[in-house]
């Protein structure tokens, strides 16, 4: 079987070199763009499986590459860029990306976090091929065979995360999931990084999902404990 796909999105030579020959010794196939416009380019014209994105390109900055991307496409884009402020993470995680690596990074972490991608996208699929169901609660309707959810009759407009978010949450309406647990459904470990970016993405959930996210109606959190889906009639 054939290794994903990966589109990488790099301007700067010496670090572009370094992850296709990591890519090329590891027997993946990739694609590479040097600026904003290419990788959409690219990202719509052969369909990669992972995005490996550049925030610092020199035509758009790469948060604009990953909104262009999600107009279409819920490919994982994982970012590695050199900006290390939390609220240049906040801003890519919360425009779509699905994973944020800082630079300087190792060729370990590097494939590591392609191996968690690719365990996330095997699962996924294999998920919607065994699932079946449609769950309902309230206004709210996730169709798991479809990968898609709606609240009040209107289609949810969610991200990969968002959404594998909502069905982890849905498949366990009424308990309350840890953030370890969360975590390590989403995106396979559970580090301080992790928290954060769950933090981030309940927060952009919320704000599709709730009426009033001040008052929750379907999330509820539990401060320093992790969330739970309430049952709503």
């Known amino acids: 079987m054939n290794k994903p796909l990966i589109l990488v999105v790099e301007d700067d030579a010496p670090v572009r070199n370094l992850m296709t020959t990591t890519l090329k010794t590891n027997d993946y196939r990739y694609l590479v763009a040097v600026n904003g416009e290419s990788?959409?380019?690219?990202?719509s014209s052969h369909n990669p499986d992972i995005?490996?994105?550049?925030?610092?390109?020199?035509?758009?900055?790469?948060v604009q590459v990953i909104k262009k991307i999600r107009t279409w496409s819920n490919m994982p884009i994982i970012v590695i860029s050199a900006r290390s402020e939390d609220s240049d993470k906040i801003e890519a995680l919360d425009a779509g990306?699905?994973?944020?690596?800082?630079?300087?990074f190792s060729v370990e972490e590097l494939l590591a976090r392609l191996r968690v991608t690719q365990r996330r996208l095997a699962y996924m699929t294999a998920e919607v091929v065994s699932a079946g169901a449609v769950f309902e609660n309230g206004k709210l309707r996730v169709d798991y065979a479809g990968g898609c959810a709606y609240l009040d009759g209107q289609e949810?407009?969610?991200?990969p995360i968002e959404y594998k978010l909502l069905c982890?949450?849905?498949?366990?309406?009424?308990?309350v999931l840890t953030h370890?647990?969360?975590?390590q459904n989403i995106w396979g470990r559970s580090w301080d990084n992790d928290v954060a970016s769950l933090r981030v993405f309940m927060a952009t959930l919320r704000k599709k999902l709730e009426a009033e996210p001040d008052s929750p109606q379907y999330i509820q959190t539990h401060i320093g404990v992790g969330y739970r889906m309430m049952k709503v009639e």
């Open 39 to 43: 990788a959409i380019l690219e990202a």
């Open 51 to 62: 995005v490996l994105l550049d925030l610092g390109l020199p035509d758009m900055d790469g």
């Open 97 to 104: 990306a699905d994973d944020y690596l800082t630079k300087p």
């Open 156 to 159: 949810l407009h969610l991200t």
């Open 168 to 175: 982890l949450l849905s498949k366990n309406v009424g308990k």
């Open 180 to 183: 370890t647990y969360i975590t």
